[in-house]
């Protein structure tokens, strides 16, 4: 029952060698979350990481932010089916509109309880993105990513996608503009809901949005889609 396997495995990435302890002591009791590695900012994590992929990365802003940012960023970009959370001491505006760009999926202060950390982590193992939410207390932060949203909308009408959907994945967005699970999907397709996740996660990644609904916009706004 306590097999790794089964367990929502994590990755812990910081410069701070009693950070990585603290973290490691938050979860030794927890019976279905292990830690399957820890390592400092550097070169090495992605190599460790698609050697042996987490479930949930777990990023430490503090240090050389901007390199952890980076990291997280290539993280998402190599592996979008690992959710990075990173944490900081400081959180601001700037450092949160950073974390949404790098596509992490929470961004969390460090003095956060061990009991919501553990919260954070199975929320993410299941897909969610608590980094939006974020965003309902932060109208600054919210105003910026629609304004950037908006220049991206408007660029896309005039430009080729980047990165094309498939026919099958443009099908699948539609199901979702229509409020469609990835169970329901699965059911109307006739294929595994793993693949409906796979595709979900390619979706994403293509139109560089950070959520289904946010995935959704986009689509339309480029004419891939219609919702009646």
Known sequence: MNNKNNRIQVFVISQQ?????????????????????TSSVNSDVLRAIDNLPPDVALVDLDGPSDMALDLARKIRQRSPNIGVVVLTSN???????LALKAQAVA????????????EIVRRVYRGEH??????????????????????LSAKSEAEAIMSPLTPREIEILQ???????????AAELGISEQTIKNHVT??????NA??????????????LIKIT
């Open 202 to 207: 390619s979706i994403l990644r293509k139109l």
């Open 17 to 37: 060698p009693i950070f990585l302890r603290a973290i490691e002591q938050v979860f030794v009791e927890v019976d279905d979350i292990v830690i399957i590695g």
């Open 130 to 151: 608590p980094i939006n939410e974020a965003l309902t207390t932060r109208p600054k932060v919210a105003e910026q990513v629609l304004r950037q949203f908006q220049e």
């Open 107 to 118: 961004y969390l202060s460090k003095e956060v309880t061990p009991e919501q950390l553990v």
């Open 175 to 185: 199901f979702i503009g229509q409020g469609y699970l990835n169970k329901q999907i």
């Open 91 to 97: 959180p601001d505006d700037n450092q949160l509109f």
């Open 210 to 223: 950070n959520a289904r609904t946010e995935a959704v916009v986009v689509a339309i706004k480029q004419g």
